[in-house]
């Protein structure tokens, strides 16, 4: 999920997360923690998670009024994960609609496209992570907090009943057992007796 290209946002440098008492004393900008050298290049998940912080303290800035980092709450990761509803490309049926609970409707329908489950749980854990390399304390970290926890499961509850496909946890397949039948020992020859 693209949030923010790199074409039409532009990349802002954020400040390092600091407590409202410590926020005088630390002045300086930070990058992210896990920086590469000049000649290797940053991974797909690096990229997208510099994107996706860059356009979360956007929205921070365009919020009214603005909000600081230290001063965000899970409440305001809520507010932006309904923010990002308007840019899903995921057919979602209301219970009202007749392609209630079926994976293939056979017409279209007047029901919104909303982000899946599976982008915002993606995106909650690049946040989450990109949180804490700027400098955010793993205890206060908004992305991790249980109202997101919980808004998280109910998205992914109700869009399973609303398309019809269940999200269960992929258990693991136990790895086939080799098991070595011990070969019997071969039999010392027998000892030759030398008669003289």
């Avoid at 997208?48 to 603005?66: A, M, S, V």
């Avoid at 999200?167 to 020992?185: I, S």
Wanted: proline share 13%.
């Amino acid at each position: 999920m693209d949030l923010a290209s790199p074409s039409t946002n532009p990349t802002y440098s954020s400040p390092a997360i600091t407590s409202p008492t410590t926020a005088a004393t630390t002045t300086a900008t930070t990058t992210l923690a896990t920086t590469t050298s000049p000649s290797s290049t940053p991974s797909r998940y690096e990229n997208q998670k510099r994107r996706d912080w860059n356009t979360f303290c956007q929205y921070l800035r365009n919020h009214r009024p603005p909000l600081s980092l230290p001063m965000c709450s899970g409440a305001h990761v809520l507010e932006f994960l309904r923010y990002l509803d308007q840019f899903g490309k995921t057919k979602v049926h209301n219970q009202t609609c007749p392609f209630f609970g079926l994976p293939n409707p056979p017409a279209p329908c007047p029901c919104p496209l909303r982000q899946a489950w599976g982008s915002l749980d993606a995106l909650i854990g690049r946040l989450r992570a990109a949180y804490e390399e700027h400098g955010g304390r793993p205890e206060g970290n908004p992305f991790g907090a249980k109202a997101v926890r919980i808004y998280l499961r109910e998205v992914r509850d109700f869009q399973a009943k609303a398309r019809g496909v269940s999200y269960e946890k992929k258990r693991k397949r136990p790895k086939p057992r080799v098991t070595v039948t011990p070969q019997p020992a071969p039999a010392p020859a027998p000892a030759e007796s030398s008669a003289g």
